[in-house]
């Protein structure tokens, strides 16, 4: 095997994750290996939220103005009681020391894999095979090697000195590292439809992202450049057919904002959604990031924001390593990361569903008062739009040795 084979790091899953581990290796002089099952990357509609610090540190790849391009800019967003009107407004311009870019942005999770795949192609250290399956993943002393299924069927053995699993929550990788992935799958289906009508229509101070409470039916109201997505609770025993019918989003639709005329739906998917964190990242030469690693629901959109920062945290260990560094530096990045997810983004996002979930009127009644205790003081306004836009959980795991 040549040399420079050896050495290598592998990734599987060509997510946003598993690119942006690649261009930042590439980047730095490593050569990747990319192995992705699907033969070209998906466009199907999943996250669309960019917290602050992500935006910053994917400015080294040049996309995000082409990102901003795209997408739509959102200085604040709302939690709102669905017969009261707004609760309270988040002003993400009290970021304006901390980041460059103090708001969050709306852009679609494919345009950045897109801008990202792109990028890595022009790479001479990027092989990128499509089309192929990672099916068992071993490790020595000194190395890894992977089998794969090549899109004619036969299986083929690579060898690399690292393996990365960014291979989304069925991930292949955690299992070689032997992790357990305890938590909860949530009772309720989410039903997101994408729809070309304003809502601002019905309600003139509707910010961009806002989370809708009703002790019947909560909501989440998200606007992108093209269309808004609206997010349900359904009952996840309806079969796939009935919860993504169009009669179904209709009724929702009808029954969230009145409307004379029929909801212009262009797309509908329902997901079931789960809070898992694997008990370990990292064992000796392998490490997973991103779904594989945890898996949230999505209020609050830290799901793909805290992959993208652990594909940050765990690409800067495998360059010091490869630069000297011990192995067990890699130790580190799992006890970062597992922390933030455990401690902020599970939390939070548990926090944000138990607020739209909850229906006895003293414990709304709580939640709301203490929202707008938060906003009228500008040093809890300011300490929470530092937590939800995740700037703080970065600066705390410098803190983890
Ligand atoms: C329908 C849906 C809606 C969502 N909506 C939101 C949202 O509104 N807000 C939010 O924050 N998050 C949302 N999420 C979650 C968000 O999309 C993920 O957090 C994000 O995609 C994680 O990125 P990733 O790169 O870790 O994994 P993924 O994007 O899942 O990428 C993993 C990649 O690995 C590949 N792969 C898997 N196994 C193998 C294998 N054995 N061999 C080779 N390749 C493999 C897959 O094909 C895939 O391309 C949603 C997810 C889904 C499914």
Request: aromatic content about 6%; overall charge neutral; glycine content about 8%.
């Amino acid at each position: 095997m040549p040399a420079e084979t050896k050495q290598r790091v592998i990734i599987v899953g060509a997510g946003p994750v598993g690119l942006v581990t690649a261009n930042l290796l590439t980047d730095a002089g490593i050569a990747i290996l990319l192995i992705e099952t699907s033969e070209a990357l998906p466009r199907d509609l999943r996250a669309s939220t960019f917290h602050p610090p992500t935006l910053d540190m994917l400015e080294r790849f040049g996309v995000v103005g082409r990102m901003i391009e795209q997408g739509l800019i959102c200085p604040t967003w709302q939690f709102r009681d669905r017969s009261e009107g707004v609760i309270a407004q988040f002003e993400l311009v009290r970021l304006s020391p901390d980041t460059g870019h103090p708001y969050r942005l709306q852009c679609e999770q494919w345009r950045l894999g897109e801008m990202l795949f792109e990028r890595l192609k022009s790479s001479a250290l990027a092989d990128v095979r499509l089309g192929t399956r990672a099916i068992v993943a071993r490790q020595s002393a000194d190395g890894v090697e992977l089998d794969i299924r090549l899109p004619d069927g036969s299986v083929e053995t690579v060898a690399g000195k690292f393996l990365v699993g960014a291979d989304g929550i069925g991930s292949i990788v955690r299992s070689a590292i032997g992790a357990q992935f305890d938590g909860i799958t949530i009772p309720e289906l989410y039903l997101t439809l994408s729809t070309t009508y304003d809502f601002r229509e019905a309600m003139p101070d509707l910010s961009n992202i806002s989370y809708l409470s009703d002790p019947r039916e909560w909501y989440v109201l998200i606007r992108t450049a093209r269309v808004w997505r609206v997010l349900f609770p359904v009952d996840a025993a309806l079969d796939d057919a009935d919860v993504t019918s169009p009669e179904r989003g209709e009724r929702l639709l009808q029954g969230a904002v009145p409307h004379s005329q029929r909801y212009a739906v262009s797309h509908s998917t329902a997901y079931r959604v789960h809070e898992r964190v694997a008990s370990t990242y990292v064992k000796h030469r392998m490490a997973i990031a991103g779904d594989a690693a945890h898996v949230n629901n999505p209020l609050g959109g830290m799901g793909l924001n805290g992959g993208i920062h652990d594909a940050f945290n765990l690409a800067g260990k495998l360059i010091e390593i490869v630069h000297g560094a011990p192995l067990d530096t890699l130790e580190r990045y799992s006890r970062q990361r597992r922390k933030v997810a455990l401690a902020v983004v599970q939390q939070t996002a548990l926090r944000n569903r138990s607020i739209l979930n909850t229906r006895e009127p003293e414990a709304r009644k709580a939640y709301h008062d203490e929202l707008r205790s938060i906003v009228a003081d500008p040093e809890k306004h300011r300490n929470f739009v530092m937590r939800t836009s995740m700037i703080q959980s970065l600066r705390d795991t410098e803190q983890v040795a």
